[in-house]
């Protein structure tokens, strides 16, 4: 079974920081990653995917992906207090049902 | 924007009670999703169902039925509720493979 785990647990940085958060996963055979946002007493919201190794630019955000490493990571230019939220990566594997593993996210706060 | 909604959104059940959790979507998607959320265990996978009439097993689905009798609704049913069924409960959908998914409000649950 895929196994997801993100790092740092939590963060805490000062608004107009970059925020980096990271993710490794286990199957080589993963297909898309997600990074899903979730606001207290709210579902998750998905923000971003990548499938192929390199980068991808949307915004503030951009991720990482290196499959040869299994890892992704996301980075959030710019921090506003409204980014405080957890955010969670999550690995689809093949099959055709897009099951999504979730890693036990990273709690970011964004301080005025 | 896509739209799932829970019910209801609190519930409290005694043990050994059977409890109905329902999930609505009128986004028209194939699959629906049930998760758990606990705190050091992230966002886990009970049951899916690619359309109407089909449910299958995730990773964790002992302990839990689920019944998808239109392409609207799914609903996860808990037989014999036990205290270790206390959690956060969420809903999604999403359209195929590789799409992203769309999250209910979530639903929390004590079984006392």
Same mark, same amino acid.
């Given at each position: ?59 503030? !955000? ?11 990571? !996301? ?38 | ?112």
């Amino acid at each position: 079974q895929e196994k997801v785990q993100q790092s740092p647990e939590s963060l805490i940085v000062p608004e107009g920081a970059m925020v980096s958060l990271n993710c490794s996963f286990s199957d080589s055979a993963s297909q898309s990653i997600w990074w899903y946002q979730q606001h207290p007493g709210k579902g998750p919201k998905a923000l971003i995917s990548i499938f192929s190794n390199g980068n991808k630019k949307e915004g503030r !955000l951009t991720v990482y992906l290196n499959r040869a490493s299994l890892h992704v990571s !996301l980075h959030i230019k710019d921090s506003q207090p409204s980014d405080s939220a957890v955010y969670l990566c999550a690995v689809s594997m093949p099959g055709g049902n897009n099951k999504l593993t979730f890693g036990q996210g990273t709690v970011l706060s964004v301080i005025p | 924007e896509a739209a799932v909604t829970q019910s209801p959104r609190n519930k409290v059940a005694v043990t050994g009670g059977k409890v109905t959790l329902s999930c609505n979507q009128t986004n028209n998607h194939n699959n629906m999703y049930w998760y758990r959320q606990d705190t050091g265990h992230g966002l886990r996978l009970i049951h899916y169902s690619y359309g109407a009439g089909s449910t299958e097993k995730g990773d964790i689905p002992d302990g839990y039925k689920a019944s998808r009798p239109s392409q609207e609704n799914f609903s996860l049913i808990l037989e014999l509720a036990t205290p270790s069924q206390t959690s956060v409960y969420f809903c999604a959908s999403g359209r195929d493979i590789y799409a992203e998914q769309f999250f209910g409000p979530g639903t929390r649950l004590t079984v006392l």
